[in-house]
């Protein structure tokens, strides 16, 4: 009986390597005959062969991890072929197929993306892509992680930058830094209430002296910022009513513009030029 049933299972697997060698053959007699046609004549015709992830995943038999693997270093020598000039056309299906096939593989995601982003000059599809790795993957914040890198470092778009910090900050064993990075965003953003509110906990919570100095650093450039744009904004006032800056910060109490004069962190005064109306922080925050 023991012989019989393994007689059976290696019958079967016989079966299946058989059908899997057929469709490898299939699949690579449709390549030849479509890289017979110039590019020039068909759009990206060295990868239009290719079918969706999910049927190409019911295809391999559950050795979709290994054809992942085969697309995936395709791929990489494909985008790297700088004579096609349409190869990015099909991006975002190729990778979607890698996803499909095995949706735990992370290098494609971050890979794809930074295709995306660096030579198809597409930010975008950056984002659907890593947007589409952590959908399939929740627990691995480097994906929000990159596409706040992206919207900071090369959309500028600090808001959007600091909504994936706050997504990569909220998934368990995420590094400190980016708690940092967020509350940076959100200055750059302009809320400074968030900013503030972060670096403080950054503050009261860090364990190193190097980062409660960081924190503190930031922390003074943040009420800087919210202390320089109350008195501006007086200044403003004043000058619409008077028709010229005040000789020094004093005037703006006196006239009922501002209650006092604020200070910055450390008790300084602000630096005011009467000539330019420029309001400074006495002192740079990095050289405290």
Avoid at 14 to 22: A, P, W
Avoid at 37 to 51: C, D
Avoid at 60 to 86: C, H, N, R
Wanted: with cysteine; net charge positive; aromatic share 14%.
């Amino acid at each position: 009986m023991r012989k019989s049933s393994g007689a059976k299972r290696g019958s079967g697997f016989s079966v299946l390597l058989i059908i899997l060698l057929l469709s490898c053959g299939a699949f690579s007699g449709l390549k030849i005959k479509t890289d017979q046609i110039l590019r020039k004549k068909i759009a990206g015709s060295s990868i239009i062969y290719i079918p969706s992830g999910k049927y190409l995943k019911f295809a391999t038999f559950g050795y979709s991890s290994v054809v992942a693997d085969l697309i995936y270093l395709w791929a990489i020598q494909y985008y790297s072929d700088y004579s096609i000039p349409d190869r990015f056309k099909y991006l975002d299906h190729i990778f979607s197929i890698i996803a499909e096939l095995d949706p735990r593989y992370v290098d494609p995601y971050e890979i794809g993306a930074l295709i995306a982003a660096a030579e198809a000059q597409d930010i975008n599809l950056a984002f659907k892509i890593l947007d589409r790795g952590l959908e399939k993957n929740p627990n691995q914040w480097i994906f929000p992680f990159e596409a706040a890198s992206f919207a900071q470092m090369t959309k500028k778009d600090f808001q959007l930058a600091r909504a994936y910090y706050k997504k990569a900050m909220d998934i368990k064993g995420s590094p400190d830094l980016i708690k940092r990075l967020y509350a940076n965003a959100a200055f750059k953003a302009m809320d400074f209430k968030t900013s503030w509110e972060t670096w403080l906990e950054v503050y009261n919570t860090a364990k190193e002296d190097w980062i409660k100095k960081i924190a503190s650093n930031h922390l003074y450039q943040v009420k800087a910022a919210v202390d320089i744009q109350a008195i501006q904004q007086a200044l403003a006032k004043f000058k619409e009513k008077y028709g010229h800056n005040p000789p020094d910060l004093d005037e703006l109490t006196k006239t009922g513009w501002l209650s006092s004069i604020p200070k910055d962190m450390d008790g300084k005064d602000y630096v005011y030029d009467p000539r330019t109306g420029e309001v400074r922080s006495a002192t740079i925050p990095w050289k405290r």
